[in-house]
C-alpha cells in the first residue's frame, strides 16, 4: 500500500516551453503533497508544500510564478514549469502523507527527470 | 550552514564490513529523525527511524544523540546491495510534515 506514481517518469523540452508533471497517491487519500529538487550529487530540495483545496506554500527562493502547483483533488497534485529554461533541468520529486496513515512517513514518486535543451 | 549535515564519501568498503555514518543537525527544534536510502536516478525510500533508545533493524542500527545534535547510522556485514546514498532525514515541526534532507553519504561495496 501506499503507492505514489509520477508521470512523466522523463521529459525533454525546449527552453520556453512549460511541461506539467502529475503526481498521484494510487491507494490512499493523500492530506498532503511535497514537491521536491535535486541537483546532480545534491540533497534533496523542498520547493513547495501543498494540501487539497488549498494554495501552495512555497519555500523561500522558489519562484511561485515559475512553479505552479495545483492540488486540486485528495489523489492528484500537478507541477507546471512555466516556460522552462536549462537551469530549470533537474530531477523533480513528489512525496505524499496522509493523517490515516504513519503521521511522519511520506511515500515518495519515482521521479520526473526534466531536461530543458 | 546547512541545516542537516552528512561526509558525503563516497565510503568504499569490501563486503562483510562493518561501516558508520554520521550526520549532525543545526536545529534544536527539530522532532522527528530518519534515514533513508537513495538508488543512482531513483526516489528516496525509508530505511528506518531514529530514536533517542536506538533502534536495530537486522544489520542495521540506528542512534540519535539530542544533546550533541548527532545522529549515526550503522550497517553491519556490509552486501553489495548496500551500495547506495544514504541520507539523514529531520522533521523540523511536528504538524507540518516538512522534511529537511542532508546531502547524502554515498556507499559503495566491493566484492
Known amino acids: 500500500g501506499a503507492v505514489v506514481s509520477q508521470h512523466p517518469s522523463r521529459v525533454i523540452c525546449k527552453s520556453g516551453t512549460s511541461v506539467k508533471i502529475e503526481c498521484r497517491s494510487l491507494?490512499?487519500?493523500?492530506?498532503?503533497m511535497f514537491w521536491y529538487r535535486q541537483f546532480p550529487k545534491q540533497s534533496l530540495m523542498l520547493m513547495a508544500t501543498s494540501n487539497e483545496g488549498s494554495k501552495a506554500t512555497y519555500e523561500q527562493g522558489v519562484e511561485k510564478d515559475k512553479f505552479l502547483i495545483n492540488h486540486a483533488s485528495l489523489t492528484l497534485s500537478t507541477l507546471t514549469v512555466t516556460s522552462a529554461h536549462p537551469e530549470d533541468s533537474s530531477f523533480y520529486i513528489c512525496?505524499?502523507?496522509?493523517?490515516?496513515?504513519?503521521?511522519?512517513?511520506?511515500?515518495f514518486g519515482p521521479g520526473t527527470r526534466l531536461t530543458v535543451t | 550552514r546547512k541545516e542537516v549535515e552528512q561526509d558525503p564519501g563516497p565510503f568504499n568498503v569490501p563486503e562483510g564490513a562493518t561501516v558508520a555514518f554520521n550526520c549532525t543537525y543545526s536545529?534544536?527544534?527539530?522532532?522527528?529523525f530518519f534515514w533513508y536510502r537513495q538508488d543512482c536516478r531513483k526516489e528516496p525510500k525509508l530505511l528506518m527511524s531514529v530514536y533517542s533508545s536506538g533502534n536495530e533493524d537486522g544489520r542495521f542500527t540506528a542512534q540519535l544523540n539530542r544533546a550533541s545534535q548527532y545522529i549515526s547510522l550503522l550497517i553491519r556485514d556490509s552486501k553489495l546491495s548496500d551500495s547506495a546514498t544514504y541520507l539523514c532525514v529531520v522533521t523540523r515541526l511536528r504538524n507540518t510534515g516538512k522534511l529537511i534532507f542532508g546531502q547524502g553519504t554515498t556507499l559503495q561495496v566491493k566484492p
Open positions: 512525496s505524499a502523507r496522509s493523517d490515516h496513515l504513519k503521521r511522519y512517513e511520506q511515500y
Open positions: 536545529n534544536s527544534a527539530s522532532q522527528s
Open positions: 491507494d490512499f487519500q493523500a492530506t498532503t
